[in-house]
């Protein structure tokens, strides 16, 4: 039996094509036969019904009679004599209805078919690996099974889907492995970690490890039954923001970071007492560079190694869920890293990423951005996202630098970006895809919430696809977020002239479902913490945070807050440190903490300061133009329930000023963040204060209320 000698040194050379054409058992003119590439064997044996050895045709390429029957290969050298199933006997895995709905770029359980996975396949163990190169010229699978060898295990192509695969019998998980392609030119690219990974080494390790999904038996039944009502758009939601790697360390053990399962007792443990009806957590998608906090992600489907494996975070978003707390993951679909081993020139040409710099080059972040108008791109994100929400239960995606996807010329000056094809700046391209997955999002899983982080004025970002809006359920409101820490920064004696700083966002608060958000972004790179961002003396400046957050629990929207926020941490927010715990043994950083506490609890109880964060029935002004005294008062309602009227006085001057109220009677003070109990001076209304019929400020009622310095105080109708 011959083969011809150019095919054997392009088998050997790793070069050829289409190598499952000439490798393992096949039927020829000349007789059925086997074919079997072993780089390292000296000699090489079928061994079946009858034991026959291979001829050598080249160096490590053998050949021979095969009777037809099953078979496995004996390789010898001068070092060893080993057995083992020839990958190339063994037929696809993929099926047709697989294949194209990969080249239609609509299949929704992507995850299911690409990637590695463990299985059971012609009666033989072993895992299949599948990956999407339609420009590679040659791809196989390389790790320490082969000695990464490119030449072992190279892959079957599937058709024109782009599709390569190949089934190793005997593999097991928790192997580590790569992608070594020929690329369109011929050349050898660097070797690349799977897209469609659910694992990966230890970073600064780069391979992808061979993880099992459904290893965690849920118990999250309830969570999930009762997930809709629990994060709809009149719910109480009230966000804590977390990053894994800082929240806590553990310093006797060289300062690691937590691990999943530690998280889920201490972090879910603390959350839940505080209050908080969520844990957002940024990003732990697989990613190369601790200091890209996770934003610069290269494997989108695993979880980071960092606190644990792929169960171990699932036992932890369950642990969640059992507390009834929901868990958000921040999503980054706007943009990838350079990294040679990521996704960049995946098969030697731009493949995720657009060609020309204009349109696939982030300048901010020297990132690369996806081509979203690629159908099997699109695809690949699109199954990201319910990947997550399916496969680990999540109860949300925020989703990174929307604005930056909407917006061709985005941070360009003209002429360095490219119009779409109607000559705007608008990127149709991304808007369709984020539609497309906010429509998959919400269709597969009802009453998950997906959140845009989004800064400009584009219309209708919470508006329903089939009415023209881009389908998110909120939307970060960065104008908010500028304006009140703007105004909160400004001496007291000033903000009698920017009044209008805190009263703007009641003018657009309901064109959106609105988070109200305090980030990670907002206590890094020089801004300063929450507390560091206050003017005045240390007590001024514990009394104009306290009433920060008062009045943002107050305002209509949902609530969040970056770690370490809720004790005032003074100093700013670093990855490569726990927070500063030592502070709650001072009793300001206490008081802080129980104003918190405490607010969480009367947002969740009282329907009045929830029910119409994105109704405007639920909110009204009272007094929003006393610039002279920085005085605010509004009030927040819900149908047939008790209002609470939000008084703010934002100077270090004590008042006693007449406010108008609803109705006439006896207004029990709910909240005073001047109270003792949160490290104020303890100075109030002594439980309530009592209306009458005196028009004051628009309303038939009013009652002279003493408002401390710096404070916010909240009234609802009712005897104390």
């Excluded at 696809?92 to 359980?109: K, M, N, Q, S």
């Excluded at 009806?277 to 190694?305: K, M, N, R, V």
């Excluded at 949300?396 to 985005?410: E, Q």
């Excluded at 007590?539 to 305002?555: C, D, I, M, T």
């Amino acid at each position: 039996m011959t083969i011809d000698r150019q095919v054997a040194e392009a088998l050997v050379a790793g070069r050829h094509e289409d190598p499952f054409a000439v490798l393992g058992p096949h039927r020829t003119d000349q007789g059925d036969r086997i074919v079997a590439l072993v780089p390292d064997a000296e000699r090489l044996w079928a061994v079946g019904a009858e034991t026959v050895e291979l001829s050598p045709v080249v160096p490590g390429l053998f050949c021979g009679p095969w009777d037809g029957g099953p078979y496995r290969l004996r390789a010898e050298n001068v070092l060893a004599t080993w057995d083992f199933d020839d990958p190339y006997a063994f037929g696809p895995v993929l099926g047709a209805i697989d294949e194209y709905l990969i080249g239609e770029g609509t299949h929704r359980r992507l995850w299911e078919v690409l990637g590695a996975h463990a299985i059971t396949h012609e009666g033989r163990r072993g895992v299949h690996f599948a990956v999407w190169a339609p420009s590679a010229k040659r791809v196989s699978v390389v790790g320490g099974f082969n000695n990464w060898d490119g030449r072992r295990h190279q892959m079957r192509r599937r058709g024109m889907t782009g599709v390569w695969e190949i089934f190793i019998p005997a593999l097991m998980p928790g192997e580590a492995y790569r992608y070594e392609i020929l690329g369109a030119e011929g050349r050898l690219e660097p070797l690349k970690a799977d897209p469609v990974g659910f694992g990966a080494e230890h970073p600064p390790a780069k391979a992808s490890v061979v993880r099992e999904l459904d290893l965690h038996p849920w118990g999250d039944a309830a969570w999930l039954a009762k997930r809709d009502k629990a994060q709809a758009v009149r719910a109480p939601v009230s966000v804590y923001e977390v990053h894994l790697g800082s929240w806590r360390r553990v310093a006797g053990e060289g300062n690691r970071p937590l691990s999943y399962h530690e998280l889920a007792s201490r972090l879910v443990d603390y959350v839940a007492d505080l209050g908080f009806t969520h844990i957002e957590i940024l990003p732990i998608t697989e990613h190369p560079f601790d200091g890209s906090w996770g934003y610069q992600p290269i494997g989108l489907y695993a979880p980071t190694i960092r606190h644990g494996r792929p169960e171990e975070f699932a036992e932890f978003v369950d642990a969640a869920h059992r507390r009834g707390l929901g868990v958000i993951l921040d999503w980054v679909p706007g943009h990838f890293p350079t990294d040679d081993h990521g996704l960049r020139r995946f098969d030697g040409t731009a493949l995720y990423e657009h060609a020309d710099p204009r349109e696939g080059f982030h300048q901010d972040w020297n990132t690369l951005i996806y081509n979203y108008g690629r159908r099997e791109v699109a695809n690949y994100l699109e199954a990201n996202a319910l990947f997550w929400l399916d496969q680990y239960h999540l109860d949300g995606l925020r989703v990174d630098a929307v604005a930056s996807m909407l917006f061709r010329d985005y941070s360009r000056p003209a002429g360095e970006w490219v119009p779409n094809a109607e000559g705007g700046r608008e990127n149709l391209e991304a808007i369709a895809f984020l539609q497309s997955t906010n429509r998959l999002a919400y269709g597969e899983k009802p009453g998950i919430m997906m959140i845009a982080e989004e800064s400009t004025t584009y219309p209708g970002v919470t508006r329903p696809v089939d009415k023209g809006g881009l389908g998110f359920g909120f939307k970060w409101n960065m104008g908010w977020m500028n304006d009140w820490l703007r105004y909160f920064a400004r001496e007291p004696i000033h903000r009698r002239w920017h009044h209008n700083e805190l009263t703007f966002a009641s003018s657009y608060i309901y064109s959106e479902n609105f988070f109200l958000p305090i980030s990670h972004d907002e206590v890094v790179h020089g801004k300063a913490s929450m507390i560091g961002k206050m003017p005045g003396s240390d007590v001024e400046k514990f009394a104009n945070l306290r009433a920060f957050y008062a009045l943002q629990w107050g305002h209509p929207g949902k609530k969040l807050l970056f770690m370490g926020q809720e004790f005032a941490q003074w100093r700013e927010w670093s990855h490569e440190r726990e927070l500063d715990w030592n502070l709650l043994d001072y009793v300001p950083h206490q008081g802080v903490m129980r104003l918190i506490r405490d607010l969480n609890r009367l947002y969740r109880e009282t329907p009045a300061l929830h029910w119409g964060d994105a109704d405007p029935e639920g909110f009204s002004w009272i007094e929003a133009d006393d610039a002279e005294h920085s005085v605010y008062v509004f009030a927040r309602r819900a149908p047939d329930l008790p209002p609470v009227v939000v008084v703010a006085n934002l100077t270090p001057v004590e008042r006693i000023l007449r406010i108008g109220l609803p109705q006439d009677g006896v207004w029990r003070e709910v909240l005073n963040t001047d109270s003792a109990w949160y490290g104020g001076g303890n100075r109030g209304n002594l439980g309530g204060i009592t209306a009458m019929r005196e028009p004051t400020s628009r309303c038939d009622f009013s009652a002279e209320a003493y408002l401390p310095p710096l404070s916010v105080v909240m009234f609802t109708p009712g005897a104390a």
